[in-house]
């Protein structure tokens, strides 16, 4: 039975999962995880890449890695031909044959269907970026990328000079995954509420959320996910889709998302290096049965027409879901735009009953100074009534009599 790997080479983390190739539920055989050199991945394009390339390659034998074809999970949609170039160059000096380069963020719903409520959000959280897949009915009908991840948590624990077997963001993957780092330090927790209020917007008011990725395993992100979302959070635990071993050679499975989905339904973006340019090709079938049974069954037209097809269908796919994002963002700016105008009109009311109110309020004050003017000027009446018998008094008889009385 033949392999494939399935390579994703991130900023700073590159995964490798050995799997078999063109069967219905591929087994994982082999599994690795290492650090991507800084400079390698720039703008989701490789370079200088070949010390990188030398590397992967020795641990490539050191961990028993038989492949020789590879598959290239990128996690973008630039398809230009100079980035498929560099996938297919970095491939040969590995000593491997490019034969699929993935970009399709969707496909990580296909290999999680099983895992997944017919209805929620599917939060893939990595280093640096967060993809996010909504799904109703069994149907992706809206994804997106969030420019934020888990890096910053990371750095805090390589930066901790008291930490000494932390030194790079594998080290504090795996630490992070050992300790509850969230709940156990204020400064890692502050970064996580951060992060995941950061991707709250996007996810809204979903009632399940699927958690995969490195975050997925990592202790207490689970629990501030739920708590800020109030939703139902899911961290995926196994993948029905593929069969392994209980415990991987290397990682979590969820590190593996991007990979395994690849490998299962590659884009099959391919670069022709002969006629320098991009041939898209079929989803995943098994083209050599196909070709067996079509051969003696029907003409080299049917199998022609049959292949293209196959691209139209794959084409309309596309953008099928494009579309469908489309609309949904539009209806979700119209709702939010419905809302806005609700809360405008709410305000407006509460000014209007607030001005009646100050008027009254004006008005009252009025009345009550007009009373307070009536009322001394009648308080003056009655001083000046009390004080002309006393004068009149005074004058005729003098003081003592009313120094008799105060005696």
Same mark, same amino acid.
């Given at each position: 039975m033949s392999k494939v790997l399935s390579i994703e080479i991130g900023p700073s983390i590159t995964t490798v999962c050995e799997?078999?190739?063109?069967?219905?539920?591929?087994?994982?055989?082999?599994?690795?995880?290492?650090? %991507?050199?800084?400079?390698?991945?720039?703008?989701?394009?490789?370079s200088n890449f070949d010390s990188f390339a030398k590397a992967l390659s020795k641990k490539l034998r050191e961990k028993n890695f038989t492949a020789k074809k590879a598959i290239f999970s990128v996690n973008t949609?630039? %398809?230009?031909?100079?980035?498929?170039? #560099? @996938?297919?160059? +970095?491939?040969? =000096?590995?000593?491997?044959?490019?034969?699929? &380069?993935? +970009?399709g963020v969707n496909e990580i719903y296909t290999a999680l269907k099983s895992e997944c409520p017919s209805a929620c959000a599917i939060v893939r959280c990595e280093e640096d970026a967060t993809s996010i897949i909504k799904v109703k009915n069994d149907k992706i009908y809206y994804s997106t990328a969030v420019a934020a991840g888990l890096s910053s948590m990371f750095d805090i624990l390589i930066d901790d000079e008291s930490i000494k077997e932390v030194n790079s963001r594998l080290d504090a993957i795996s630490y992070?995954?050992? @300790?509850?780092?969230?709940?156990?330090?204020?400064?890692? =927790?502050?970064?996580?509420?951060?992060?995941?209020?950061?991707? =709250?917007?996007?996810?809204?008011?979903?009632?399940?959320?699927v958690v995969t990725?490195? $975050?997925?395993?990592?202790?207490? +992100?689970?629990?501030?996910?739920?708590?800020?979302? #109030?939703?139902?959070?899911?961290?995926i635990d196994k993948i029905?889709?593929?069969?392994?071993?209980?415990?991987?050679?290397?990682?979590? &499975?969820?590190?593996?998302?991007?990979c395994i989905s690849a490998a299962l339904w590659p884009e099959n973006f391919?670069?022709?290096?002969?006629?320098?340019?991009?041939?898209?090709?079929?989803?995943?079938?098994?083209?050599?049965?196909?070709?067996?049974l079509v051969a003696a069954i029907m %003409?080299? +037209? $049917?199998?022609s027409f049959m292949f293209l097809y196959a691209d139209a269908h794959t084409l309309n796919r596309?953008?099928?879901?494009?579309?469908?994002?489309?609309?949904?963002?539009?209806?979700?700016?119209?709702?939010?735009?419905?809302?806005?105008?609700?809360? &405008?009109?709410?305000?407006?009311? @509460?000014?209007?009953?607030?001005?009646? @109110?100050?008027?009254?309020?004006?008005?009252?004050?009025?009345?009550?100074?007009?009373?307070?003017?009536?009322?001394?000027?009648?308080?003056?009446?009655?001083?000046?009534?009390?004080?002309?018998?006393?004068?009149?008094?005074v004058e005729k008889n003098g003081y003592g009599a009313y120094g008799a009385e105060l005696g």
């Open positions: 799997m078999d190739m063109k069967v219905k539920r591929p087994k994982i055989h082999n599994t690795m995880m290492l650090s %991507t050199p800084r400079g390698v991945l720039d703008d989701l394009a490789l949609t630039i %398809t230009k031909n100079k980035l498929i170039s #560099k @996938y297919t160059e +970095f491939a040969q =000096k590995v000593g491997l044959e490019a034969c699929a &380069i993935d +970009f992070m995954r050992a @300790y509850d780092c969230i709940n156990s330090r204020s400064d890692i =927790k502050q970064k996580t509420v951060d992060y995941v209020d950061e991707i =709250k917007n996007v996810l809204k008011d979903e009632k399940n959320i990725g490195i $975050a997925a395993s990592t202790k207490g +992100f689970a629990d501030i996910l739920e708590k800020k979302t #109030k939703a139902k959070v899911i961290v029905s889709a593929i069969k392994t071993d209980k415990k991987l050679n290397g990682g979590c &499975i969820n590190d593996y998302i991007g391919l670069y022709d290096i002969n006629e320098n340019k991009i041939v898209n090709t079929p989803k995943k079938s098994d083209f050599r049965l196909l070709f067996a %003409t080299v +037209f $049917a199998l596309k953008l099928s879901n494009e579309l469908t994002n489309k609309e949904t963002m539009i209806e979700e700016l119209q709702n939010e735009n419905n809302l806005m105008n609700e809360e &405008i009109e709410e305000k407006k009311s @509460y000014i209007d009953e607030k001005d009646e @109110y100050i008027k009254e309020l004006e008005d009252k004050i009025k009345e009550n100074e007009e009373k307070i003017k009536e009322l001394e000027e009648e308080n003056k009446k009655l001083e000046e009534e009390n004080t002309i018998p006393m004068q009149k008094d």
